[in-house]
């Protein structure tokens, strides 16, 4: 992951703003969310609301359109710089080569490299990485507020989020070996097909097509049963997550009504955290996803590390 870092900081002013975006955004949400809850506690008791709260919660609105774009298009903007990053440093990792070192560089390698590690890369910072920290942040602050509002409907609604973590850490112990499986299964396809393009001459004077073919078409049903195996895999455990991550909504309805009965909980507060449970529980839910495509990328990036320079000059 030192890779990672040594782009991220080579961005990281972009990389930043795209953090306190994000931060930003899940504020506003839940300052929105503030302002939505009072609003049906007002409509709910029969009083009108004025047109002051009507106005502050249609600019709240305006800004939480306006930030989730910023942060969208930031996002978008700091992960192409991190990808272009990425490609110039490979290419100035061969520029810098001496002569006799070059000629010793197998072709057929280093493009299976810029069409496989490099894309899976160049993929999941486009897709994952800022999707994640994101997930986080909108976890962490909404757990936190909603904690700051009712301690107790939170940890009876959520108690059960935490033993789905214990799930999530289960089953990326499942997850692991089958990513690990499938990509060494990938790279030796690739060197299968490194071979063919190195003796392709030697092959066509011996006539050993057929011989060859069979070999690489092998190679490729194994690369095709593991990536099958990992993704059934991942889709039967994110699909046991989607139905546990039903259980806290159903603590949240059976507490939080039980409170709203009670008169403890009005019903506006009721409606922010059954409108908000799904940045805690919804999180959770896509874990095992995010872990399957974090090893993935791990693993990429960490053959990248050292065929690629990251300096203030690559541009």
Same mark, same amino acid.
């Given at each position: ?31 929105? %969310? ?33 930030? &989730? ?50 894309? +899976?890369?160049?993929?999941?910072? %486009?897709? #994952?990485?800022?999707?994640?920290? +994101? +997930? ?13 509002? #009712? ?66 078409? &092998? ?54 955290f059954v409108n908000l449970s799904g940045n805690v529980s919804g999180v959770l839910m896509n874990m095992p996803g995010h872990i399957t495509a974090f090893r993935q990328f791990s693993s990429n990036? &960490? ?13």
């Amino acid at each position: 992951m030192i890779l990672l870092l040594k782009l991220l900081h080579k961005q990281k002013i972009p990389t930043l703003i795209t953090i306190f975006i994000s931060v930003s955004t899940a504020a506003v949400t839940l300052w929105w %969310n503030a302002q939505l809850g009072s609003i049906i506690n007002m409509v709910s008791e029969g009083v009108t609301p004025s047109k002051d709260i009507i106005f502050r919660a249609l600019i709240t609105m305006l800004v939480m359109g306006g930030t &989730n774009y910023a942060k969208g298009y930031i996002a978008g903007y700091t992960c192409e710089s991190l990808t272009h990053d990425l490609r110039m440093g490979y290419a100035l990792y061969f520029t810098s080569l001496p002569v006799a070192e070059t000629e010793k560089l197998n072709a057929g390698e280093q493009l299976s490299r810029l069409q496989n590690e490099i894309a +899976d890369v160049s993929d999941y910072l %486009n897709t #994952s990485l800022f999707q994640l920290w +994101d +997930d986080g942040v909108r976890f962490l602050l909404t757990f936190s507020w909603l904690f700051f509002i #009712s301690p107790m409907l939170t940890m009876a609604s959520n108690l059960p989020a935490f033993i789905i973590l214990l799930y999530v850490f289960w089953s990326s112990k499942i997850i692991g070996p089958a990513v690990e499986r499938s990509q060494k299964a990938k790279g030796q396809m690739n060197q299968y097909a490194d071979i063919l393009l190195t003796l392709f001459p030697v092959i066509r004077l011996y006539d050993a097509a057929r011989l060859t073919l069979d070999g690489y078409v &092998n190679a490729i049903g194994v690369w095709k049963k593991q990536t099958i195996i990992m993704e059934r895999t991942k889709a039967w455990l994110m699909s046991l997550s989607g139905v546990l991550s039903s259980i806290p909504l159903l603590f949240l309805f059976l507490v939080g009504g039980h409170m709203t009965i009670r008169g403890v909980l009005t019903i506006g507060t009721l409606y922010v955290f059954v409108n908000l449970s799904g940045n805690v529980s919804g999180v959770l839910m896509n874990m095992p996803g995010h872990i399957t495509a974090f090893r993935q990328f791990s693993s990429n990036i &960490n053959k990248m590390r050292s065929l690629t320079k990251v300096s203030k000059d690559a541009t």
